[in-house]
């Protein structure tokens, strides 16, 4: 096969990878096929399984509970195109799931990674320094079988590594199919994990970058430092670590010296410790993504109106698919790099506490995160801190 022939199948971002060919990949010590799940502990497993069925137009496909055999926890897998969410919950006291919950609220537990052999990786990771949570194991049904691991990352998140090459059920073995709990919208909103954002303390956004790269041979996709990503008031550091493909994307944040407090020690102080902070959800159509989730009652962060008056802006961003006045009568932030063009927006904390959140986000060839954004989203993030006497 020629090298044009290779390229001629691959996505944009296996393209970009860096230089590096497919046959490299192939040799990749720790390849991966993708993001498998994100898994979030909640307070009440059935009433989130509601809220993102209802607002982010997902479709409930599996459960786990008491009447599976499942004494300690409930869980529902929640699906939409090629995201999936698992929401677990604690049916009894004294687990530690329950207790994950008390002491951090909601949030991600686990960025499961789905692999084409779960104990090859792992032991990979673990001769690298990696802390084993997991060892390899087999769960089997009448669907067949799934080989599982898992690893440490930072603060309690942790890395499974699915191998479900050999499994046709609705998740995994223990789960069972279940009728939607509500009725799916005719047109998904989003079909994808774009990227998962973690915030970790001050001076360790590094380590956890040498991390990545030294147990999962992930390479440094963008660096945001300085003036990047910074406002009058606070101030932030972020390195993207990803696959050789693409197709895991993991942002890494630490807070930076500042005037005020930043969304990133807000979050440390809320979430109890590092943690995941917010899922972009990749979206082929963002406006009427933001339209359906907005009339189910997400909020999103409002963009003021100057934002989209900026003859520099504009300049930039050159032509786009939908007329600036439409992106501005939702928020919808643009930016613009040289591979192509992006349409973003992110929503409010979706708990009670202000930590997690999420991202929309539609790409038009670009690689990027919105970088020209920055200075928009941040200032928009402080607003709301203020209005919760946290800035």
């Not at 207790?99 to 990771?125: C, F, N, Q, S, W």
């Not at 769960?139 to 998140?157: F, N, Q």
């Not at 041979?217 to 493909?245: C, H, P, Q, R, W």
Request: charged share 30%.
């Amino acid at each position: 096969m020629t090298d044009a022939a290779g390229q001629k199948d691959l996505t944009p971002e296996q393209r970009a990878d860096d230089g590096r060919a497919p046959r490299a990949r192939r040799e990749d010590p720790f390849p991966v096929k993708g993001m498998d799940a994100v898994v979030f502990a909640v307070g009440n497993a059935r009433q989130a399984a509601h809220y993102y069925s209802t607002a982010f137009g997902m479709r409930c496909v599996a459960y786990k509970g008491p009447e599976t055999g499942s004494r300690d926890e409930a869980a529902y897998v929640l699906e939409s195109g090629g995201a999936r969410f698992v929401l677990k919950g604690a049916v009894r006291a004294g687990t530690d799931l329950g207790r994950h919950v008390a002491e951090h609220g909601d949030g991600a537990i686990d960025l499961a990674i789905e692999v084409p052999d779960a104990e090859t990786a792992y032991r990979h990771a673990i001769a690298q320094g990696a802390r084993s949570v997991e060892a390899p194991h087999v769960l089997e049904d009448e669907y067949g079988k799934v080989v599982v691991a898992a690893i440490a990352a930072y603060g309690e998140t942790r890395h499974s590594l699915v191998q479900r090459a050999d499994y046709s059920g609705p998740y995994l073995p223990g789960y069972v199919a279940v009728d939607p709990v509500v009725a799916p919208p005719a047109k998904r909103y989003f079909q994808a994990i774009d990227h998962c954002v973690g915030n970790v303390e001050l001076g360790k956004m590094d380590e956890w970058v040498e991390f990545y790269q030294r147990v999962m041979g992930f390479t440094n996709m963008k660096e945001f430092v300085g003036d990047d990503i910074a406002t009058e008031y606070s101030a932030l550091m972020s390195k993207v670590v990803a696959d050789g493909t693409r197709k895991v994307k993991f942002p890494l944040n630490e807070p930076a010296i500042a005037k005020k407090k930043s969304q990133i020690d807000e979050y440390l102080e809320f979430y109890g410790g590092p943690g995941m902070q917010h899922i972009a959800l990749a979206t082929g159509d963002i406006l009427h993504a933001v339209d359906a989730m907005r009339a189910s009652g997400v909020e999103f962060l409002n963009t003021p109106d100057s934002y989209y008056e900026d003859p520099e802006l504009r300049e930039r961003i050159g032509e786009v698919r939908a007329p600036i006045e439409e992106l501005q009568k939702r928020g919808i932030l643009v930016d613009r790099d040289e591979d192509g063009y992006l349409l973003q927006i992110f929503t409010k904390p979706v708990q009670d506490r202000p930590t997690v959140f999420f991202e929309l986000i539609e790409r038009h060839g670009s690689l990027g995160f919105g970088k020209g954004n920055f200075k928009a989203l941040f200032e928009a993030i402080e607003r709301e801190q203020e209005r919760r006497g946290n800035l």
